[in-house]
């Protein structure tokens, strides 16, 4: 065995390298583990770069692109005949993902931590074994162990994935046609998100979804609007519905569809099916069990709320554990846990973490939803304002969606902020920035916003908790 390390990290994505990243910042000897294999190269990023957030971030932006000069640009005096090249869309994303994975390795080089390739295997609690993909095996000892292993794809029972007819995201990212029906199994962010890419190139999209409404976990309202939206824009949707059984062929997949509640069977049939009924934890071959790490019953490592298993020197950050599957949510864990094994104050604030669905247009929400609150008990006043009597919204002809922000009936200070509409991902940091520092909804609608600009929604819904909206 080599010198000992501080820190081994297993697992190379946004949970592992910040990790192995802010450990090195810190003067700590550190590896990082990753047994992703991209064109013969290790492949840090994890699923968020490789073949998650980014890879579609880049579909969703081009196919985007592609819709308005198709059917939008007209409107507003540019006429443009426009014509698809997947392969090109294609090999955009690619690139886009090349260039931020050799970012992550030059992090690591700059940073000093010693990059792995293969599979990492909890050994103790001071060693990690590490089988290369050619079967040789070698062991590092470390002072602690961070775990971040990610997850996987949950499958569906009666579903076999293939990758060809019937896909998880990953093989929805690198179609090499555009299919002429395109089933969606799960009203989720993912599946929203990759079934707008295909919509937009020209594929008919239906969603089917078991719960009677789309996005659960979103605010129950902008649910319902972005549920009218993304119909209006031309999918369509099978609430209440559950998959039993899918057939295939040369040609498509059938699949048998039933009502949640019982019911008739039916059949419907498409070229491609994509799976995306959520996501589970990545642990398969960790050896946390026989180290001793305790697991909850659905597979997640546990923690004491601050990244430590109930195993000293054993630490885990991301998908794997507790907490929403949010990329920035494990980059947060990762630097805590780090700043914390070099003796200092790491902390995240779970209350406060921001998700985006980055669909046209956006939804993004931070804090409570108003189901939330109400579950909870809590007094709370609510202010609401539309885009299409926003100034800049109207001039970019962005009509669609609304700003919507909860705050303490007695204290005024901000609890939650839902929107739907054009920038709602960058639009919403205001208000977590806001609830960061105990704001109130008064803060917000006092302070001065540029005009015309999107971010005055945000200041006229802080303005609506007081009943004082002032622009149309």
Excluded at 91 to 104: A, F, Y
Excluded at 139 to 161: C, E, F, H, Y
Excluded at 435 to 441: A, I, L, P, R
């Amino acid at each position: 065995m080599a010198d000992v390390y501080d820190v081994v990290v297993i697992g190379g994505g946004p949970g592992g390298y910040n990790a192995a990243i802010r450990a090195g910042q810190l003067g700590l000897k550190t590896a990082c583990i990753e047994k992703r294999d991209a064109k013969g190269a290790v492949a840090f990023g994890g699923t968020c770069l490789n073949v998650g957030c980014i890879p579609s971030k880049a579909l969703l932006h081009a196919s985007q692109r592609f819709e308005d000069a198709r059917d939008h640009y007209a409107a507003i005096g540019i006429n443009a005949a426009v014509e698809l090249n997947l392969p090109v869309m294609q090999t955009h994303r690619e690139k886009t993902v090349d260039g931020l994975v050799k970012g992550v390795s030059f992090l690591f080089k700059k940073n000093k931590v010693d990059p792995y390739f293969g599979t990492g295997r909890i050994v103790s609690p001071t060693e990690v074994e590490v089988t290369g993909a050619d079967g040789t095996k070698q062991t590092l000892a470390t002072k602690n162990i961070i775990i971040a292993t990610g997850s996987d794809v949950t499958p569906l029972p009666g579903v076999t994935i293939d990758e060809k007819r019937i896909v998880s995201s990953t093989g929805a990212l690198t179609l090499a046609e555009v299919p002429k029906k395109l089933i969606v199994i799960g009203a989720g962010v993912i599946g929203l998100e990759l079934g707008s890419v295909w919509r937009r190139l020209g594929a008919e999209v239906q969603v089917i979804e078991f719960l009677d409404r789309i996005t659960p976990g979103v605010d129950g309202e902008v649910a319902k609007e972005f549920q009218k939206v993304l119909t209006r824009q031309g999918m369509s949707f099978k609430l209440g519905h559950k998959v039993t059984k899918a057939e295939t062929s040369d040609t498509g997949v059938t699949l048998t569809v039933e009502p949640a509640a019982g019911g008739a069977a039916e059949t419907v049939s498409a070229d491609v099916v994509l799976v995306c009924i959520g996501r589970r934890p990545y642990i398969e071959g960790l050896g946390a069990n026989e180290a001793g790490v305790k697991v909850d019953g659905r597979g997640r490592v546990e923690t004491d709320g601050h990244g430590r298993t109930n195993v000293p020197g054993i630490w885990v950050v991301g998908d794997v554990t507790t907490g929403p599957m949010l990329a920035h949510k494990a980059e947060d864990e990762g630097c805590a846990v780090a700043e914390l094994i070099a003796g200092k104050a790491g902390h995240v604030n779970y209350d406060i973490i921001p998700s985006v669905v980055y669909t046209h247009p956006e939804v993004a929400s931070v804090g409570k939803t108003e189901e939330e609150l109400k579950a909870a008990g809590v007094a709370y006043k609510s202010g609401k304002f539309p885009f299409t009597a926003n100034a800049r919204a109207r001039t970019i002809a962005e009509k669609d969606g609304f700003v919507k922000i909860l705050a303490d009936a007695r204290t005024d200070r901000v609890l939650g902020c839902h929107i739907i509409g054009p920038e709602a991902g960058t639009l919403v940091m205001e208000v977590a920035v806001a609830m960061e520092f105990g704001g109130s909804s008064e803060d917000i609608a006092r302070t001065c916003h540029p005009h015309p600009t999107l971010t005055e929604a945000v200041r006229q819904a802080a303005m609506g908790v007081e009943n004082r909206i002032m622009q149309m």
